[in-house]
């Protein structure tokens, strides 16, 4: 259980291209997505958490009109990255997660989107 | 937020236990301790998680003695498949719906013959 898919895996576009990216939780219903960026050889850095039905709260130093989350559903959160330039491309991450349960649910990650900018 | 230290690489060898610590001093009354595992080019997997004393389930061991400002991961009897990145995760959720989560820089466990 607990299966959280990412798609695309893999995107290459040129350099003022809009690109969306889509996080599902396949199997439960997620209260809470998150989206991280993450470096070569370098730890998972939170760019933003998504509630469902509201809007996202955004990490420090993350430009929210460049990285527009939508999260219409329980089951669906979206990264767009507007007007990409090649200091966007990185590996992506999102994670979904049940709160209020009574108990510290641990995330769940999908396995990533590897986002190339030309 | 509690920050997270833990050593930047280990090595070890097919069927020894391996033990991974985490530093967390300022973790809050409400964290829980959590450790994910990472392949390359993929997503962390949920390994263990625990609050206090120790957790065990069937692939790790979580202890945490009773101060909770550190955590040691136990992986009884690695194998080459166990090279990966470690990372803990100290954070909680309110109620509100907010988080509270960092990622500890991670281990590079590597497991040789």
């Known amino acids: 259980g607990a299966v959280v898919s990412q798609h695309p895996s893999w995107v290459i576009c040129k350099s003022g291209t809009s690109v969306k990216i889509e996080c599902r939780s396949l199997?439960?219903?997620?209260?809470?997505m998150f989206w991280y960026r993450q470096f070569p050889k370098q730890s998972l850095m939170l760019m933003a958490t998504s509630n469902e039905g509201s809007k996202a709260t955004y990490e420090q130093g993350v430009e929210k009109d460049k990285f527009l989350i939508n999260h219409a559903s329980l089951t669906l959160s979206t990264l767009t990255v507007t007007s990409a330039h090649p200091e966007d491309s990185s590996f992506y991450i999102c994670?979904?997660?049940?709160?209020?349960?009574?108990?510290?649910?641990?995330?769940?990650f999908g396995d990533g989107t590897r986002l190339s900018i030309l | 937020l509690a920050k997270t230290t833990q050593p930047i690489s280990m090595d070890s060898y097919e069927g020894q236990e391996v033990n991974i610590t985490c530093s967390h001093n300022?973790?809050?009354?409400?964290?829980?301790i959590t450790w994910y595992q990472q392949f390359p080019s993929q997503g962390p997997r949920f390994i263990i998680q625990g609050y206090k004393t120790k957790v065990t389930n069937e692939v790790a061991s979580l202890f945490i003695p009773a101060d909770r400002k550190s955590s040691t991961l136990s992986l009884p009897r690695v194998s080459l498949s166990d090279t990966a990145v470690y990372y803990c995760?100290?954070?909680?959720?309110?109620?509100?719906?907010?988080?509270?989560?960092?990622f500890g820089t991670g281990t590079q466990l590597k497991v040789e013959l």
């Open positions: 995760l100290v954070g909680a959720f309110d109620t509100g719906g907010g988080n509270k989560l960092t």
């Open positions: 994670s979904a997660t049940v709160v209020g349960q009574g108990s510290n649910q641990p995330q769940h």
């Open positions: 300022n973790i809050a009354t409400n964290d829980y």
């Open positions: 199997d439960f219903q997620a209260t809470t």
